[in-house]
């Protein structure tokens, strides 16, 4: 069966996760993915760890399944002109190389698009092309940071936090397969290519959305909330008497089952979200105490039946055991060469005529070099 995308032959020159993930996707689609690195092999994320199995990174292994891979030294003029070989045949060219590097190499857009009109160039970068930073490298937690997304992260006693998750970097492979499949789309009626700049601190930005437009309307520094929401009570964390419960409040009938269900009366001032937002201290006080005599399960059984939306905060043991999961495919076994048999993470696409696929383990360094070179 042939995959969605299966008519895709991609040039993934990117190494660590944004670029990575984001050919992976591709890949998992059905695209044919050639990862290119440098003699030996480049992507950082090889040895990134522990853990490792059997010498294999965790962290390598996440972000590159669906691969093949060949190696080449783009600084020597051989195999620049062999990289240009399948530029010519290739629909997409994705890397996250600094600006400027791929001008040096000779293999920028402006080069490349003399050899193949229809392709479609994705620079990854950590603040674009252009800019008064443009030539300063990117990292997740750097631009975490910059963009305001640990100033609103945490509490006000913790100070800013990080994300558990590279999340910048999976916002900005996310936003590389839209794009990329925009210009393919495009590209089916004006027959040309184009070029992608994407930055790590654009994508972490447009990810403030409610929050940024809230400090857009009013100027109001947000503040960090924890686990509580900035806009809605009680939309939050409880302790339960074995763990945790998120209960999600987003109307008033729900507030009134919550409390049906708890046998309290609240007083007038709780009648409105705004009201529970202006009382939030004192609202989750009184909740909590309630929430502590029951466990969590219990709670998320009750909670579901009166209609009101909650779920368990689950440890990873929980979640690789979650039956929800199981029944979507989102746990998968794989065979590589050296590790042996990895466990991986499934892809969330559920595509009913062309499902995505998991051909190829994540390649070593050079595995499919005599079929491209």
Not at 212 to 217: E, T
Request: with cysteine.
């Amino acid at each position: 069966m042939q995959g969605a995308l299966s008519n895709l032959r991609i040039l993934d020159l990117s190494r660590v996760l944004a670029g990575p993930y984001c050919t992976m996707i591709f890949g998992d689609l059905g695209a044919e993915v050639i990862k290119v690195e440098a003699p030996g092999g480049s992507d950082e994320t090889r040895h990134w760890g522990p853990p490792f199995q059997n010498g294999v990174s965790a962290y390598y292994l996440s972000a590159n399944r669906n691969k093949e891979s060949i190696t080449l030294d783009l600084r020597t003029t051989e195999d620049q002109e062999q990289f240009k070989k399948l530029v010519a045949t290739s629909d997409v060219v994705v890397h996250n190389f600094k600006t400027g590097t791929m001008e040096k190499f000779g293999l920028d857009y402006d080069t490349l698009t003399t050899l193949n009109p229809r392709l479609v160039y994705c620079s990854i970068t950590g603040f674009g092309e252009t800019g008064p930073l443009k030539d300063l490298p990117g990292y997740d937690f750097i631009l975490q940071g910059m963009s305001g997304l640990m100033q609103i992260t945490g509490t006000e006693e913790s100070g800013p936090q990080k994300m558990g998750v590279a999340i910048v970097d999976i916002l900005t492979g996310l936003y590389a397969c839209i794009g990329i499949q925009a210009a393919l789309l495009e590209r089916s009626t004006s027959g040309r290519g184009q070029r992608l700049d994407l930055s790590l601190y654009d994508c972490a930005v447009s990810s403030l959305v409610n929050i940024g437009s809230s400090y857009l309307m009013t100027g109001v520094e947000p503040k960090r909330r924890g686990n509580t929401h900035a806009q809605i009570a009680p939309y939050q964390t409880f302790d339960t008497k074995d763990g945790s419960v998120i209960v999600a409040v987003g109307t008033n009938a729900q507030f009134i089952a919550l409390c049906s269900l708890v046998n309290w009366s609240p007083p007038e001032e709780f009648e409105t979200n705004a009201g529970r937002v202006e009382n939030r201290d004192t609202l989750t006080a009184v909740l909590s105490l309630y929430m502590k005599e029951r466990t969590t399960a219990a709670w998320v059984d009750a909670l579901r039946e009166v209609g009101i939306p909650c779920g368990p905060v689950q440890t990873f043991e929980q979640l690789t055991n979650d039956p929800q999961l199981h029944a979507r495919d989102m746990w998968i076994t794989q065979q590589h060469k050296r590790a042996g048999t990895i466990q991986q993470i499934g892809s969330p696409l559920k595509l009913s005529r062309t499902p995505v696929t998991y051909r190829l383990a994540p390649p070593e360094p050079g595995d499919h070099q005599t079929k491209w070179i």
